[in-house]
Nanobody
């Protein structure tokens, strides 16, 4: 099962972007966003339970990014504000079939190929 992300692009520092992810057509417990910059390990960004009763953010995302889900459009969003050049990375959507929120990539069962976000200074 391949997730599909979109919404990446080039933005100036201080700007905003909203990323989109279509969840898998099967039961999942958690939806998350990770990012990976060239030469770096995959980094946890944000996660939410499918029910929406809990959200958790990585240190780099706290206060600037918001994860949400729209049931009507069947879409998971990552709203990113106050973007910085160090936010430049490929952003990947991930879904976990069972269990709670995890910041460990290997705990996730489904992944997207990523959408590139580039923040210029």
């Amino acid at each position: 099962v391949q997730l599909v992300e979109s919404g990446g692009g080039l933005v100036q520092a201080g700007g905003s972007l909203r990323l989109f992810c279509v969840p898998p057509e099967r039961t999942v417990s958690v939806m998350s966003w990770f990012r990976q910059a060239p030469g770096k390990e995959r980094e946890f960004v944000a996660a939410m339970t499918w029910r929406g009763d809990r959200k958790f953010y990585g240190d780099s995302a706290k206060g600037r990014f918001t994860i949400s889900r729209d049931n009507r459009n069947n879409t998971v969003y990552l709203r990113m504000n106050s973007l910085k050049p160090e936010d430049t990375a490929a952003y990947h959507c991930a879904a976990r079939r069972f269990g709670g929120i995890s910041t460990t990539p290997s705990d996730y069962d489904y992944w997207g190929q990523g959408t590139q976000v580039t923040v210029s200074s």
